[in-house]
Structure formats: structure tokens, C-alpha cells
């Protein structure tokens, strides 16, 4: 047997989900549709923020959400109280999702009829920085209650995100978090990241996170009551 | 964890546990999942971090190989002895979960007998301040080693690439 050769490659690991997410994300834009991811280690509020928007949003916008998780539908039932469309992803035994899974989910909806997609990924820190789910925007959440060196630990998923959201800020002092410290370390692996400070419990910092929101996508006021199934 | 159904969820096939019945055709999945993990998920749970980790290199791991294989298609190759990676410090992958879980990914693959060569990459910003490609001081901080200047400019360390293949003839 010969010895090996050696040839030169160069192909990104995750070439096949880029590209899917590349062409997922054309097609949402040239269908007007702005696409927000969410990610955050379970519990941090993702599903409590998505509660507000939707309800808040979906008032002028047309607005709906898919929604990871390992197991249940448990989180799509507490969104589709808001009256937006919603449909859960159940992922099985993965920890992510990548972008044949939002295309999948997609089957079935208009999205021509949608201003706005927010996507929850599975709550996980680690895992879902890698995958590109042809998001326009993604939108990392830290609760209080994590401590605040969360985005020290897990610097990926922060640095791949566009906008940070330290939730739960009501229990800052409850549980001794130093907020100025916390969002020093988001900015340290993501300088001049936007830093939005929100309580869904209260609802302080909801509005500015929409008037934000709303202005990043200049969406257009349409009228409310639609229907995307086709 | 088996490949089959990974395959499954790499091709973006929701609610595997279901599907992964229609595919093999042997087990219900629930006997499956009773026969993978007999003290039931709720044990599993305790140790969601580390699995969920696990996961993720696995579908990393299924990537590279999938890659390979194309790669040597193109080139008429049948056979891979080495894979050359380069792994940034900041793709988010833990190289030693990814060893491992290349291990189970090539298994099935004429891939069986490699292994995995990777290259560590360290973060680098493009530092305004001194106008050049500077090292961080303190990772993940992302600061100049030199000016201290904080860059959201990474030139550097998030590459996650298939560099090169030893091939036998």
C-alpha cells in the first residue's frame, strides 16, 4: 500500500446548514418577512418575553412564532393564548435548531402573509451558536438569576447574538446580581453590543425593547385579524 | 447514541423519535429509547448539560463526515485515513466532546479507521487602534493584547473548516 497524500480542502464544516439558512433567509426576506431568533439557557424568560411580543406586536403587525424544545408543546399552547399563530418543534433527543427545521416548520404557512417570525431555539447556551437559522436578528436573554458571568462562560452564543436582554431584572437585588457588572461582561465578548434591561413580571424595559424592535424593521401598521394557513 | 437516528435529525427531521420507527422499521421507539437508556429519561435529565453537549458535537461530528465523503466522491477517492480541522476558540465547539463523537459518527463510513487531526485556532480582533490584527489579552475578553482597545471586530477564532484529508490510493 502506498503511503497517504495528502490533498488541501476548504469546506466549512456546517456548509450544508449555512447554505440552507442562506437561502431560508432570502426567501423570508423577499417575502417581507423579518425573522428574530431567541436564545438562553432554559428558564431565562424566553417564552415569557415571546408572551409579550406577540400580544404587544400582533396588535399591528402580523406577527407569528415557531418554538424549540427537546419535548412537550407545552411552550406553543402558553403562546397561542396570545392569538398568533404558533407551532412547536419538538426536537427529539436534539439540543438545537438548525435551519431544515425552521424551513420544515414552515410548510403549511403563507409567509408572504407574516411581518414578523420570532423563533425560540432550544434553551441552551452552548449549542445553537453554531447553527445559522437565517435569522434577520438574534437576541441572547440572561436572567439575573444566572450570575454574571454567564457570558464569560458561554462567550459564542453571546458574541454571535445582535442584541442581549438580561431578563428578570425585578430579582437583581434578591439575588445580589450587579447588573453594571453583568452587562460589562456581555459587552467584554461582544463590545458595543445593544443592552436591553427588561421584567416581564413587572414590565419594565418592554416597551423600549418593541419601540426598538419596531424601528430596527420600520414595519408597516397593518390591519389586525388575518390569516396565514393556505 | 446511534447514527441512524441522528441522520435523521440532521436532515432536519422533527420529532425523531417518531420517524426513527419508519426509518429502521424494528422498534417502536419508545422500546428503543427503554432499551438505550433503561433507567428512563428522567435520570438523563439530571445530566442535561453534559448530553445536550454531547448532542451537539455529535451533529458537528456528522457534518465532518458527511463533508468527507463528498469531498472524496468529487476527487474519486474511496478513503480517508486522516481529517485535517481547524477549530476557532470561539465556534463553540469543545474539541475533546468532538474526538469523541467522531469516533461514533464515522463508524457505519469508510471513515471507520480515521481520525480527526485538529488544529486550534486563537481569537484574534482586528484592533482599531493600532489598525492591525492583534491577539486578545484575555479570552474570551475581547480586548487588544497590545492597547487594551475592546474590537467587535474578530479576524479570527471562529473558523470551524475541513482543511485537508490524507488519502490512501
Avoid at chain 1, 424592535?213 to 397593518?222: D, E, G
Avoid at chain 2, 435523521?8 to 427531521?13: F, H, I, S
Avoid at chain 2, 466522491?73 to 465547539?93: D, F, M, Q, Y
Amino acid at each position: 500500500m502506498s503511503d497517504p497524500r495528502i490533498v488541501e480542502v476548504r469546506r466549512k464544516v456546517l456548509k450544508e446548514n449555512d447554505l440552507n439558512a442562506r437561502r431560508l433567509r432570502e426567501r423570508l426576506q423577499r417575502a417581507g418577512v423579518q425573522v428574530i431568533g431567541l436564545v438562553s439557557s432554559p428558564g431565562s424568560g424566553k417564552t415569557a418575553l415571546l408572551e409579550r411580543l406577540l400580544t404587544d406586536l400582533g396588535r399591528d403587525n402580523r406577527v407569528a412564532a415557531l418554538v424549540g424544545d427537546l419535548a412537550t408543546e407545552n411552550d406553543a399552547a402558553r403562546l397561542a393564548r396570545s392569538g398568533v399563530p404558533v407551532k412547536q418543534i419538538t426536537t427529539g433527543t436534539i439540543c438545537h435548531l438548525d435551519a431544515t427545521m425552521v424551513e420544515r416548520a414552515l410548510e403549511g404557512w403563507n409567509v408572504a402573509k407574516l411581518d414578523f417570525l420570532f423563533v425560540e431555539n432550544v434553551g441552551n447556551l452552548v449549542c445553537p451558536s453554531s447553527f445559522d437559522l437565517g435569522e434577520d436578528l438574534r437576541m441572547v436573554l440572561v436572567s439575573t438569576t444566572e450570575g454574571e458571568d454567564k457570558p464569560l462562560k458561554y462567550p459564542t452564543i453571546f458574541n454571535s447574538s445582535d442584541v442581549a436582554i438580561v431578563t428578570k431584572v425585578d430579582l437583581s437585588d434578591a439575588v445580589g446580581c450587579d447588573l453594571d457588572r453583568l452587562i460589562q461582561n456581555i459587552r467584554s465578548v461582544r463590545p458595543e453590543i445593544p443592552v436591553f434591561k427588561i421584567s416581564t413580571r413587572t414590565g419594565n424595559g418592554i416597551e423600549e425593547l418593541e419601540r426598538f424592535l419596531l424601528k430596527r424593521f420600520a414595519l408597516k401598521t397593518v390591519q389586525a385579524g388575518y390569516m396565514i394557513a393556505d | 447514541m446511534d447514527s441512524a437516528k441522528c441522520r435523521l435529525a440532521e436532515r432536519g427531521e422533527t420529532n425523531v423519535e417518531d420517524r426513527y420507527v419508519d426509518e429502521v422499521g424494528q422498534y417502536r421507539s419508545a422500546d428503543l429509547f427503554a432499551v438505550l437508556f433503561p433507567w428512563g429519561p428522567s435520570t438523563l435529565r439530571q445530566d442535561e448539560e453534559n448530553v445536550s453537549r454531547e448532542m451537539h458535537e455529535l451533529s458537528i461530528a456528522l457534518s465532518i463526515v458527511d463533508g468527507v465523503l463528498e469531498e472524496l466522491r468529487t476527487r474519486g477517492v474511496n478513503r480517508a485515513s486522516v481529517v485535517h480541522l481547524r477549530v476557532g476558540k470561539l465556534s463553540g465547539v469543545d474539541t475533546n466532546a468532538l474526538q469523541f463523537s467522531y469516533g461514533l459518527a464515522c463508524q457505519q463510513a469508510v471513515l471507520a479507521e480515521s481520525r480527526l487531526a485538529i488544529e486550534d485556532v486563537d481569537v484574534t480582533v482586528f484592533c482599531e487602534a493600532c489598525g492591525l490584527e492583534r491577539p486578545v489579552r484575555t479570552f474570551p475578553i475581547l480586548s487588544c493584547a497590545e492597547c487594551g482597545a475592546s474590537s467587535q471586530r474578530v479576524a479570527r477564532g471562529q473558523e470551524l473548516e475541513i482543511t485537508g484529508m490524507e488519502i490512501v490510493a
